[in-house]
């Protein structure tokens, strides 16, 4: 029995350092948006803008998009996580479409 308990309490200490450390992982790294668009970025921010709003599963009007040389910069908010995720998956269905930054921020 003593033996035992040993056992589960090396078990649970060996992964409190990843329990802990999976929450306190922050990125204190900001993201640059680009402010200037090339008449092809544009049209591919607007295809993206305008599948993001066709969407009807999910809101998604408070999204802001612009893109750069194909990757494609997700900003703004959105009602849920579910939402966030729909917005990301949306962005990568637009043809032209090689990468997304997504900043989006979840309303509490």
Same mark, same amino acid.
């Given at each position: 029995?003593?033996?035992?308990?040993?056992?589960?309490?090396?078990?649970?200490?060996?992964?409190?350092?990843?329990?802990?450390?999976?929450?306190?992982?922050?990125?204190?790294?900001?993201?640059?948006?680009?402010?200037?668009?090339?008449?092809?970025?544009?049209?591919?921010?607007?295809?993206?803008?305008?599948?993001?709003?066709?969407?009807?599963?999910?809101?998604? $009007? &408070? @999204?802001?998009? %612009?893109? !750069?040389?194909?990757? #494609?910069?997700?900003?703004?908010?959105?009602?849920?996580?579910?939402?966030?995720?729909?917005?990301?998956?949306?962005?990568?269905?637009? $043809? &032209? @479409?090689?990468? %997304?930054? !997504?900043?989006?921020? #979840?309303?509490?």
């Amino acid at each position: 029995m003593k033996i035992a308990a040993q056992f589960i309490l090396a078990a649970a200490l060996s992964t409190l350092p990843f329990a802990l450390g999976c929450q306190m992982m922050r990125s204190d790294a900001t993201v640059e948006i680009p402010t200037v668009e090339t008449p092809q970025d544009q049209a591919l921010s607007k295809s993206v803008r305008d599948k993001l709003l066709a969407d009807k599963k999910v809101d998604l $009007s &408070g @999204v802001k998009v %612009v893109s !750069n040389g194909g990757t #494609v910069y997700l900003h703004g908010t959105v009602n849920s996580l579910d939402a966030r995720q729909q917005a990301i998956k949306t962005a990568w269905e637009v $043809s &032209g @479409v090689q990468s %997304v930054v !997504n900043t989006l921020e #979840v309303q509490k």
